[in-house]
């Protein structure tokens, strides 16, 4: 490994989206803003991150297309100690319910810690929300096994279908209308298998477009679809949601970059002078997007340039662009 900084994703805190770094014992974060620039390159072998804040003992290699960016010993770890294991019965923490929609058709159930507050809606980049009810972890546990076989819902959605309609999203009233019918049906269910320990929530939707810069942004055209060794990724941020960054690349358009697929890589700066494609729209602000008073990763403060030069897919699942280019 190169030594450099590693990049742990995004992180979504509060209404603006993070990337969290690492190097060693160092952790840093990077606010990030609409219009700036980002930018990097991948370098050497993508190694494990490891389980629950500790290094993989075996340094083990991962596949670039991998968005666990774990090995096999180090995920099966990072599981056993989730929620989503039911290995926490005990947990005194209240949890909520909550139903999260990404576009027409796609509407999802789950459940997260009430301290969290809505950061796990923006960790999944849901458009629209709205809690259903609050409670104990089983009680809450148990309610989105109910709804879900009632209504006919999954726990999960492939980021590859929410990427799909992002940039062909109905209005704010149609997005609206489709999380209060279901949760219409789900209040019908209070006394049929809904848990007597668990508080139903009145309705109230929650749209995150704007928060996501999906109103401002064009539709995005590809994804990355892995990071290889000396890979360039830069351009200038105007969207995000859940892990994605959307970067508007010259003369590609906007792709969709997957910050799952960057962890475990050693990244470094790309210079300005180092990227061949023209220069960004004249409204982008350059920005600094790596650890702060380090120029070994992100984009240095003079990145005005864009470039892709990594491995991509269609938005929708249409011909991979192979190899570098």
Same mark, same amino acid.
Request: with cysteine.
């Given at each position: ?26 952790? @840093? ?27 993989? +003992? ?40 909550? *139903? ?21 809606? @923006? ?58 019918? *279901? ?11 809904? +848990? ?112 892709? @030069?990594? +491995? ?14």
């Amino acid at each position: 490994m190169a030594g450099g900084w590693w990049c742990a994703g995004v992180r979504w805190p509060g209404e603006v989206p993070e990337l969290g770094w690492s190097r060693g014992g160092d952790r @840093r974060v990077s606010v990030l803003a609409y219009g700036s620039g980002l930018g990097f390159r991948a370098l050497g072998e993508r190694h494990c991150v490891g389980a629950r804040g500790n290094v993989c +003992p075996l340094g083990a290699v991962v596949p670039g297309r991998s968005t666990g960016g774990r090995c096999a010993e180090c995920a099966r770890l990072d599981r056993a100690h989730s929620v989503a294991a039911d290995t926490m019965v005990d947990d005194p923490r209240t949890y909520r319910v909550y *139903l999260a929609w990404f576009g027409p058709g796609m509407v999802k159930v789950g459940i997260t810690g009430e301290e969290r507050g809505s950061a796990r809606l @923006r960790e999944q980049g849901a458009v629209v929300f709205s809690w259903l009810g609050r409670g104990p972890l089983m009680a809450a546990r148990r309610t989105e096994e109910v709804l879900r076989a009632a209504l006919k819902v999954p726990d999960r959605i492939p980021y590859a279908r929410k990427r799909a309609v992002r940039g062909r999203l109905p209005g704010r009233e149609e997005r609206a209308a489709e999380v209060a019918e *279901l949760y219409g049906r789900a209040e019908r269910l209070e006394g049929r298998g809904w +848990p007597e320990s668990l508080e139903r929530l009145p309705l109230e939707v929650v749209d995150q477009v704007a928060l996501f810069g999906l109103d401002r942004a064009p539709a995005p055209v590809r994804s990355v679809r892995e990071l290889v060794d000396g890979g360039v990724v830069a351009g200038r941020l105007v969207a995000a949601a859940g892990p994605d960054l959307h970067l508007a690349v010259d003369g590609v358009g906007v792709v969709v970059l997957d910050t799952r697929l960057i962890t475990g890589w050693d990244l470094a700066a790309v210079p300005a002078e180092a990227v061949p494609a023209a220069a960004a729209s004249a409204e982008a602000v350059p920005a600094r997007t790596g650890p702060a008073g380090d120029g070994s990763a992100g984009a240095g403060a003079t990145v005005a340039e864009s470039d892709v @030069r990594v +491995p991509l897919i269609d938005i929708g699942g249409g011909a991979v662009q192979g190899g570098l280019f």
